[in-house]
T-cell receptor, first 111, second 111 residues
Framework: DVKVTQSSRYLVKRTGEKVFLECVQD?????MFWYRQDPGLGLRLIYFSYDVKMKEKGDIPEGYSVSREKKERFSLILESASTNQTSMYLC??????????FGPGTRLTVT | GENVEQHPSTLSVQEGDSAVIKCTYS??????FPWYKQELGKGPQLIID?????GEKKDQRIAVTLNKTAKHFSLHITETQPEDSAVYFCAWGDSGYALNFGKGTSLLVTP
């Protein structure tokens, strides 16, 4: 079974803090994704990576950056957290038949 | 990203009845149409998918139909059970990389 883990289930941070969300997968998948999920808006793509050190902007990259130093790990960085970044963050990987596997999510609250 | 319209946003059915959720997309280049189920506190999980070279796919109580001409695809759940209660997301993509997601349908199956 594919396993995608995220470092925290719940996180509370203050405005202006730098926040790191970590995602690790154990299936040697090349493509990894970060989404945010908000009520009534569904899932929106923030960034994705198709290889180590390679990244592409998604639909809503503003205020975020990413890092992919190792194949199994994809990090989402909020350089200076703001209250409008309070959300559920979901990491996913892409399988060989184009199916996406999601982690359990990190619910981030910025106060 | 392209828009996917998903209807209805909420659906309540009695146990044993059928449930149908429909999505309409706009980009004719899309060729991969998955459906995800998200239970409370968990990440989305792939339940069924269909590719553009077929019109219907079935897996036990779950089926997906695709009408490429009309650009819509539907999820059908028969003989619903309380454990089917969840949020369902449709998505579409062009075989790889990121998916575009609908806004979700909250399904409630009452005993």
């Amino acid at each position: 079974d594919v396993k995608v883990t995220q470092s925290s289930r719940y996180l509370v941070k203050r405005t202006g803090e730098k926040v790191f969300l970590e995602c690790v997968q154990d299936m040697d998948h090349e493509n990894m994704f970060w989404y945010r999920q908000d009520p009534g808006l569904g899932l929106r793509l923030i960034y994705f990576s198709y290889d180590v050190k390679m990244k592409e902007k998604g639909d809503i990259p503003e205020g975020y950056s990413v890092s992919r130093e190792k194949k199994e790990r994809f990090s989402l960085i909020l350089e200076s957290a703001s209250t409008n970044q309070t959300s559920m963050y979901l990491c996913a990987t892409l399988g060989s038949s184009y199916e996406q596997y999601f982690g359990p999510g990190t619910r981030l609250t910025v106060t | 990203g392209e828009n996917v319209e998903q209807h209805p946003s909420t659906l309540s059915v009695q146990e044993g009845d059928s449930a149908v959720i429909k999505c309409t997309y706009s980009d004719s280049a899309s060729n991969y149409f998955p459906w995800y189920k998200q239970e409370l506190g968990k990440g989305p999980q792939l339940i069924i998918d269909i590719r553009s070279n077929v019109g219907e796919k079935k897996d036990q109580r779950i089926a997906v139909t695709l009408n490429k001409t009309a650009k819509h695809f539907s999820l059908h759940i028969t003989e619903t059970q309380p454990e089917d209660s969840a949020v369902y997301f449709c998505a579409w993509g062009d075989s790889g990389y990121a998916l575009n997601f609908g806004k979700g349908t909250s399904l409630l199956v009452t005993p």
